[in-house]
């Protein structure tokens, strides 16, 4: 297969998600060592996110069972579970084709949250096993219309 452009553009980044396993303790630093704001709180997954600029900084408690799936594999391992790059308004059959001549596999497709407010994203992993979360814009501010 061909190998194609982008389909969309590079905003910046929108949220990078930290593992932690003592949330008072990990919103203490982020809030009075580097001044985070509170962002937007999901108690049942175990997530706090806290605005960093105009980015998120989330953090996943894995001591919360809402957040079992974010667990490292191996006890003492990785502490970020993905990055999450924001774009411009991609169509969704031009993003699995584009991923597709690049011999990428989607991971997952969800439609959540993020610094921008909720819309559709699609998750994959880099050559070296990181997973990236492609976002793109937003359809409404985070919070609203969330179940």
């Not at 706090?48 to 953090?59: R, S």
Request: glycine fraction near 10%; include cysteine; hydrophobic fraction near 40%.
């Amino acid at each position: 297969m061909e190998h194609s452009t982008p389909p969309f553009s590079l905003v910046g980044l929108d949220h990078v998600v930290f593992i932690v396993d003592d949330m008072p303790k990990a919103l203490a630093f982020y809030q009075q060592v580097l001044g985070a704001r509170i962002g937007y709180s999901y108690p049942t997954l175990g997530m706090e996110q806290l605005w960093c600029g105009c980015a998120l900084i989330v953090l996943q408690d894995i001591t919360n069972p809402g957040a079992a799936y974010a667990a490292p594999k191996v006890k003492g391992g990785r502490n970020v579970d993905h990055l999450c790059i924001a774009t411009t308004t991609f169509d969704h059959e031009e993003m699995r084709n584009h991923l597709k001549a690049h011999n990428v596999k989607i991971i997952r497709e969800a439609f959540h949250g993020g610094a921008r407010g909720m819309g559709h994203s699609i998750y994959i992993h880099d050559p070296f096993g990181n997973m990236l979360e492609i976002k793109g814009p937003a359809e409404y501010e985070d919070g609203k219309n969330w179940t």
